[in-house]
């Protein structure tokens, strides 16, 4: 019973809804924009509204297979463990899909729909920080990472339990792992501004 929970978070978080959701509306969103499979990609590719049915669906395949692991396992010394092992390997299976042979997308609304369930404070407070550094730099993955950085942080100080923080730490590490590209853009100055893309587009309509 006790592995159960963790290897449904793994097949769940696995389930690759960007390409599904980019595939019903005739495209392979792996073969265009960043080529990733994630929300932010499904935006750029083929819309807000599309990329917000990805964020949703990305989100509650973390969520939900914590949600169901505090249902049905009984109470024991190991349940919050094992919670949160359902949760990191959520975002596990999505990195690392065995649908698409061990591809995947970077983590970041799957590990939204964990820190959901592990402390919705910290995610308010990442929040505040997400939407300021985007504000303020114009590059996304730079307020994803500082976000996801500092929830482990914000778990700490809001009192959350050692095995919900070495959680929020292990999925924060994970997204971090796999967002090693976007870092040495950034280093370089390579990386993909929204602000600047956003001038551009409205030069080009002008001209």
């Keep these: 019973m006790s592995i159960i929970f963790p290897v449904i978070g793994y097949l769940m978080g696995a389930i690759p809804f960007g390409l599904v959701i980019s595939k019903m509306a005739g495209v392979d969103v792996r073969t265009q924009g960043s ?21 949703v669906c990305d989100c509650l395949k973390g969520l939900l297979p914590m ?47 964990v820190f959901l369930f592990l402390s919705p404070p ?35 100080l809001l009192g959350a339990s050692n095995t919900t923080i070495a959680a929020a730490a292990g999925v924060a590490l994970l997204i971090w792992l796999k967002h090693h590209e976007n870092i040495n853009r950034l280093l370089r100055g390579q990386e993909k501004n929204w602000k600047k893309d956003k001038e551009k587009s409205h030069e080009g309509n002008r001209g």
């Design 35 to 55: 080529r990733n499979i994630g929300a932010t990609n499904v935006n750029r590719v083929l819309g807000k509204k599309l990329g917000f049915v990805t964020l």
């Design 67 to 113: 949600y169901a692991a505090t249902l049905f396992l009984p109470e024991s010394a190991t349940k919050e463990l094992l919670i949160a092992v359902t949760g990191v390997m959520a975002v596990v299976g999505h990195m690392f899909s065995v649908y698409l042979k061990f591809r995947g997308g970077k983590g970041v609304a799957t590990g939204l729909g």
């Design 122 to 156: 910290a995610i308010a407070l990442s929040l505040v920080v997400f939407v300021l550094t985007v504000a303020l730099t114009g590059f996304v993955s730079a307020g994803s990472l500082l976000a996801s950085g500092l929830i482990p942080l914000w778990c700490y």
